[in-house]
């Protein structure tokens, strides 16, 4: 089976623990993105809602990510 590259993993853990850290920090980015982008499941009241769900859940996967893929280049 083919494995994912850990500078992919790293690269997708970084960009969901900065967006993780917008949601919590930067709502208003955030609310200005979700102008731009317009589905349901961003809408203004949800973002509003919960912003410190999805933040914290975007960390977590995020560092989980990131921990994977350090420590599949590191080999440890």
């Given at each position: 089976?083919?494995e994912?590259?850990?500078?992919?993993?790293?690269?997708?853990?970084?960009?969901?623990?900065?967006?993780?850290?917008?949601?919590?920090?930067?709502p208003?980015?955030?609310?200005?993105?979700?102008?731009?982008i317009k589905?349901t499941?961003?809408?203004?009241?949800?973002?509003?809602?919960?912003?410190?769900?999805?933040?914290?859940?975007?960390?977590?996967?995020g560092?989980v990510?990131?921990?994977m893929?350090?420590?599949?280049?590191?080999?440890?």
């Amino acid at each position: 089976m083919n494995e994912i590259s850990p500078y992919l993993k790293i690269f997708f853990g970084l960009l969901f623990i900065l967006l993780g850290l917008g949601y919590i920090y930067k709502p208003g980015i955030i609310e200005r993105v979700n102008r731009l982008i317009k589905e349901t499941f961003l809408n203004d009241s949800y973002v509003a809602l919960h912003r410190k769900n999805w933040g914290f859940l975007l960390l977590l996967v995020g560092g989980v990510l990131v921990y994977m893929g350090v420590s599949r280049s590191l080999g440890w």
